[in-house]
């Protein structure tokens, strides 16, 4: 995932179980003494991290000190807007100069926003980096307000004017952001009516930093002791580690624990999510769009057929899924299968162990198929100080990449040796921040920005290229079965769940928008429903899984999550495009990576060999899927 969403929804990126020592006490003459308990696997704090596992954000700012010099000057350039106000129809000289200039300044915001986000998500305790990104939030409001003008000036003009406009050579440049402003006339208010939705913006963005700070600041799931008897603080980051041990006990007792601490929270929790979707809602009906729907997929020129054949799609293919459900019970001996039975792997046996520099050497071994270049960039970054590398206290869940036009594309990872999954998270994230990379490589600052709908593609071809190359090493059939059961597990969290959260995302909107209250109650039976179709008649629902809900941070982001089971279909088609083909193949696809923006997203993947318009891709994804669900029924 990379700045766009700052966390993997599936958690399958998620740390693993940390080994410790237990102490014995000196038996006496009289009698043994019991034994201590094994000591609280503490997570460390931030200072105590070594340097050379944490990022170098030397690329944005020296320091602290830098950045708020640079901060302030950026402010003050605000009121350089008002030398264009109302005069953009003068000329098109007026019109590229204010263009110039706003890009300018969104330039520096980029700089500046980064540095503040990477700084809060290092430790989200430290109330310095929560004002330095409140800060930066605020003036980010006020630079919006100062050039809200700019659209519906440009908007106001004529026709004809516009139509000269576009043909001026002053303008060059800005032709493709000019035509896109216009497309969006029939959604841009006056100026008065634009200034005052930028004045909001802050105000927006409340419900989503209150669900950040609940969740990553405030909550506490308390310790569970792991299947070696160790006792672990149980944290976001840790969670998943526990669900994929090989005690069910273990499992049980960590999803309970888990769950339990959003149950006490439900009613805030489900405070905040409907008040994201009411602001999505007012939105698309202050900017006269149908939905909210249409509102998020108008930009991406994406249309409702899309997003409705994903889900239609998927809803074909459940079979599969039920049967791979009722594969994974009959192979671990179970009587009933519950969620906390799908994460750990059928075959415990091969769980497997990498370092750091040894994931980073299997990574560069599986993307050979990129090419040299690629792979000598992605080396040196992983390798380097790119990555925020391991957990510390108050450091953001999840893993993601934070690429900006004048830094390096950083990656924060909460990376555990233990876990296989966390390769393939820093592969994804590898992904990402390869494309951005690229875009700010070859494209000018107004077009550098790829848009979130391509950025998972990017990511999810490396996971593709790492799970054909291990597979492609598996030397027994146990090995091989191992392989197939992650990539099983693999489709199933990014492909199906994500289109599961898509759906509830629909709905939920749909709620809102036919007047119907979205109460705890209402957001719990939606997602119950939805859990049953997905997860099928024979699969067991625990009631702390309705308030999974409440837990995904995308949702504060609406109808982000589609864009992951989109991303990965078209990246399986890709990556066997680009491994069975040749230097043509290998080219199209880079020239995706380089293109940002300067084309509409489905046209930037219709150039690198797919066509995300029809249901092929998704179709052929999950007929592999099926296909795996079978030989892995075969193996074990």
């Given at each position: 995932?990379?700045?766009?969403d ?8 998620a740390a ?12 006496t ?19 105590e ?10 690329r ?9 010099e640079a ?6 350039q ?19 100069e204010?263009?110039r200039?706003?890009?300018d300044i969104?330039?520096t ?7 503040a ?8 305790t ?6 330095m ?14 050039s ?22 002053e303008?060059?440049?800005y ?6 402003i ?6 841009t208010?006056?100026?008065k009516e634009?200034?005052?939705?930028a004045?909001?913006a802050?105000?927006?963005g ?17 310790t ?12 976001h ?6 669900q ?11 999803f309970?624990k ?5 149950e006490?929270?439900?009613h ?16 698309a009906?202050a ?8 509102s ?9 057929t ?8 998927i ?5 599969a ?9 009959r192979?671990?001996?179970l ?8 994460y ?8 497997k162990?990498?370092t ?11 993307l050979q ?6 792979c ?8 380097g100080r ?19 036009f ?18 393939f ?12 990379y ?12 790829y ?7 990017a990511?999810?071809?490396n ?5 054909n ?9 146990e ?20 289109t ?5 995302e ?9 007047n119907?209250p ?9 997602y ?5 179709l ?8 625990d009631p ?13 982001r609406a ?7 989109t ?7 890709l ?19 380089c293109?940002g923006c300067?084309q ?6 219709r ?15 999950m ?14």
């Open positions: 995932m990379d700045r766009r700052f966390l993997r929804v599936t958690g399958l990126g693993a179980t940390v080994a410790g020592r237990a102490t014995m006490s000196t038996p003459a009289a009698a043994a003494a019991p034994p201590e308990p094994p000591p609280v696997k503490k997570i460390p704090a931030r200072s991290v070594a340097v050379a596992d944490t990022w170098d954000l030397s944005l700012y020296p320091n602290d000190s830098a950045w708020e901060f302030t000057a950026w402010t003050r605000f009121k350089g807007y008002s030398a264009f106000q109302g005069k953009l129809a003068e000329s098109p000289k007026m019109l590229a204010c263009l200039y706003d890009l969104s330039r915001a980029d700089r500046l926003g980064h540095y986000m990477l700084k809060t998500a290092e430790d989200q430290n109330d310095e980096y929560q004002k990104m409140g800060q930066f939030i605020q003036a980010a409001s006020h630079a919006g307000q100062a809200s003008f700019i659209r519906p000036e440009i908007l106001a003009m004529p026709q004809s004017k516009l139509d000269e406009y576009l043909e001026a050579p303008l060059a440049p032709k493709l952001l000019l035509t896109r216009v497309r969006f006339k029939p959604h208010l006056g100026e634009e200034r005052l939705l004045m909001q802050e105000m927006a409340a419900s989503s930093r209150i669900f950040r700070q609940l969740q990553d600041a405030d909550m506490k799931f308390g569970v002791a792991n299947e070696k008897g160790q006792t672990i603080e149980l944290t980051s840790n969670f998943m580690a526990f994929t041990s090989p005690d069910r006990k273990v499992r049980e007792e960590s309970n888990y769950y339990a601490e959003y006490s929270l439900e805030t929790l489900a405070a905040t999510l409907n008040s994201t979707v009411q602001k999505d809602v007012y939105y009906n900017r006269n769009y149908p939905t909210a729907l249409d998020a997929l108008f930009p991406d020129n994406v249309s409702v899309v997003y409705d054949n994903l889900i239609d799609t809803h074909k293919f459940l079979p899924v039920y049967e791979y459900f009722d594969v994974r019970r192979k671990m001996g009587k009933d299968i519950h969620y906390y039975d799908c750990v792997p059928i075959l415990t046996n091969l769980r162990r990498h750091w520099d040894q994931a980073v050497e299997v990574i560069i071994n599986a198929p990129l090419g040299s270049d690629y000598a960039v992605l080396e040196n970054g992983l390798r790119w990555c925020d590398r391991y957990e510390n206290r108050g450091k953001q869940s999840g893993a993601f990449s934070a690429g900006s004048d830094g390096d594309p950083y990656i924060l990872i909460n990376f555990k040796p233990d876990v296989l999954d966390d390769v998270t820093l592969a994804h994230e590898g992904g990402h921040s390869m494309h951005s690229y875009s700010a490589k070859t494209q000018p600052y107004a077009y550098y920005d848009v979130i709908f391509v950025a998972e593609v990511s999810t071809v996971e593709t290229l790492l799970s190359y291990l597979l492609g090493k598996a030397e027994t059939k090995e091989r079965a191992y392989l197939l059961n992650r990539e099983i597990d693999a489709i199933r969290c990014t492909i199906v769940r994500q599961m959260f898509a759906e509830f629909k709905l939920v909107h749909a709620s809102v928008e036919s119907e979205l109460t705890l109650d209402r957001i719990k039976g939606i119950h429903g939805l859990l049953k997905y997860f099928g008649p024979e699969f067991t629902l702390g899984l309705d308030l999974e809900c409440l837990r995904i941070p995308h949702f504060y109808f982000y999550v589609y864009k992951y089971a991303g990965l279909s078209a990246a399986m088609a990556a066997d495009r680009v491994t069975n083909g040749g230097q043509q193949e290998l080219k199209d696809y880079l020239g995706f990576l293109g300067s509409d997203p489905l046209d930037l993947l150039g690198a060999g797919v066509d995300m318009a029809k249901p092929a891709a998704i179709e052929k994804a007929q592999r899927f099926a296909q795996n669900v079978k030989e892995l029924d075969s193996l074990i």
